[in-house]
């Protein structure tokens, strides 16, 4: 089993329909992260958690530490958020800083 | 531009040939990391550097190193290279190893034909 799990693989949706990606991870972890890559193959990191809830623009993250549970979140979606959305975490505890990652989630929005 | 610069972006070479991969961190920034992306594997951790020193090893290959310089750039040097390690390399840099968000680079994509 994948330390880090992520649903659906793939998404397609039409424009303006509110976007729920799901993460689960099954180490403690210290930080997760939602990533961002196009097709072009760039990475951009979208936020960084700890605990509770972030929010940008659009975009709203949360993190669940105790399910172990993370939800990224799109709203009034565009075909432009049309991208692989990847889950990442930092292990607890020191050590290794390096992000261990999920498979991804395919989201296509089509106008 | 994120401010994390790789060079080169595309590299093609034949197997068991040698290649250097380079990055350079956004500015203030020691930690540096770098990243495989291969279709069947998927993003996987390779290894940290911190201000010039090794901070951490990921699934590295025996034949894959790196080092950070004084100036803090990073080379990623990859031999005998085999079919199987055409991937996207990607570098990513932060303030610290702690707590702080990561910057990416742009990636250089590896084929080995």
């Known amino acids: 089993k994948n330390e880090v799990e992520q649903s659906p693989q793939n998404l397609t949706a039409q424009e303006g329909e509110f976007i729920t990606i799901n993460c689960s991870y099954s180490v403690g972890i210290s930080a997760l992260h939602w990533l961002q890559q196009h097709p072009g193959g760039g990475i951009v990191s979208l936020f960084m958690l700890s605990s509770g809830k972030k929010k940008h623009g659009r975009l709203i993250a949360t993190i669940n530490i105790q399910e172990k549970h993370s939800s990224l979140h799109i709203t009034a979606s565009h075909p432009r958020d049309s991208a692989v959305y990847i889950c990442?975490?930092?292990?607890?505890?020191?050590?290794?800083?390096?992000?261990?990652f999920g498979k991804g989630t395919h989201l296509i929005i089509q106008p | 531009d994120s401010g994390v610069t790789q060079t080169p972006k595309h590299l093609i070479t034949a197997t068991g040939q040698r290649v250097t991969l380079r990055c350079s961190p956004r500015s203030g920034d020691l930690s540096v990391y770098w990243y495989q992306q291969s279709l069947d594997q998927g993003l996987q951790f390779l290894i940290q550097y911190y201000n010039g020193e090794e901070r951490a090893k990921g699934n590295i290959l025996e034949r894959f190193s790196a080092q950070q310089f004084p100036d803090l750039h990073s080379e990623l040097n990859l031999s005998s290279l085999e079919l199987g390690d055409s991937a996207l390399y990607f570098c990513a840099s932060s303030a610290m190893g702690f707590n702080y968000g990561y910057t990416f680079g742009s990636g250089t994509r590896l084929t080995v034909v």
């Open positions: 990442a975490v930092r292990h607890s505890g020191g050590g290794a800083d390096g992000l261990t």
